[in-house]
């Protein structure tokens, strides 16, 4: 903080003005919050390097606000996202995009900052479009988005209360997952898309339908594991067709997301606690086969609200007589 004050005072003494003051400070806020996000990408995903991270974020800031778009509000969505899911398809975008520069592929990563840059413009979200330009890069179709959202829409037609943008925001990411462990996401899409396009209400489409309302519920972390988990058996060749891996992996996500079962009347009832009886009551035990004589008693409460049984005489216990049942 002491920093970027300092930094505000040395800026606006140069340049000089009040409005000055006011970018200056809007530009130090964006680049702490930049920082904050490639140290967010960078914890969940060590693998690649910082600065190729810190280059693509700041690429979109400054391209959002050479075509005229609002750099701010585009730094808070990436952030936001991230932020809410960090190892989300927002997160493994920009891992992407990062790869892909580091490895000399610089021409089609900039024509994707520049799409982000001119879209966000005309107020498409940020995020949308760098997840799409990620995904089309990793595939290399052109209509990758249109087959991934065509996914979407039959899984989400198929399953009820599934939101499409969240189950084509679940293929994107298994897409990019695929990718960033150095699998073909071509072919994982294209499974999927057979798989799906086969039976709209088997087992792939069901289990990402599943994933979706999981992750639109909040269970990120469990719907990540799921993702990365079979994503990596499927580049690692342990699992030949991804629809098969994802499945798998959603079981134990379903079944360590299933509510906890209500106790029985059973356990209800053994969890009841006896109220404490008076210290200076004496209770005979139940004794087999005993009947209690009747006398002329009265009946009060005792300090701790249980019915004590008292003879005319004060002080004095009533006599417990055992008749013996004749057979």
Not at 218 to 231: D, E
Not at 268 to 274: G, K, P
């Amino acid at each position: 903080v002491n920093q970027a004050i300092t930094q505000i005072a040395t800026q606006s003494s140069i340049t000089g003005g009040t409005s000055s003051i006011t970018q200056v400070i809007v530009q130090i806020a964006t680049q702490v919050q930049i920082t904050q996000i490639v140290q967010q990408i960078i914890i969940q995903n060590p693998q690649v390097q910082q600065s190729d991270v810190q280059q693509i974020v700041q690429q979109i800031a400054s391209q959002t606000a050479s075509n005229g778009g609002n750099s701010v509000q585009v730094i808070n969505q990436i952030a936001n996202q991230i932020v809410e899911n960090p190892k989300g398809a927002v997160s493994q975008s920009v891992v992407q995009l990062a790869k892909q520069k580091a490895s000399g592929n610089v021409g089609a990563v900039n024509q994707a900052i520049t799409q982000v840059a001119q879209q966000s413009s005309k107020g498409v979200p940020a995020t949308q479009v760098i997840v799409q330009q990620a995904v089309q890069i990793v595939i290399g179709q052109p209509n990758a988005n249109q087959q991934i959202s065509q996914i979407a829409k039959q899984v989400a037609a198929s399953s009820t209360n599934t939101d499409p943008a969240t189950v084509n925001q679940v293929i994107n990411q298994l897409a990019l997952q695929v990718a960033n462990n150095g699998g073909n996401p071509k072919q994982a899409i294209d499974q999927i898309a057979s798989n799906v396009a086969s039976g709209n209400t088997g087992p792939v489409s069901q289990t990402i339908a599943k994933l979706a309302q999981l992750q639109i519920s909040g269970n990120n972390k469990n719907v990540n594991q799921a993702i990365n988990t079979a994503a990596q058996q499927v580049a690692q060749g342990k699992q030949s067709d991804i629809g098969q891996a994802l499945s798998l992996q959603a079981q134990n996500v379903t079944a360590a997301a299933a509510p906890t079962q209500p106790q029985s009347k059973v356990e209800q009832h053994a969890n009841v606690t006896t109220p404490p009886r008076s210290q200076n009551l004496t209770t005979a035990p139940p004794q087999a086969n005993t009947t209690i004589g009747q006398t002329d008693n009265t009946t009060s409460l005792s300090t701790a609200g249980v019915p004590v049984t008292q003879s005319p005489m004060a002080g004095s216990v009533p006599p417990v007589t055992h008749h013996k049942h004749h057979h």
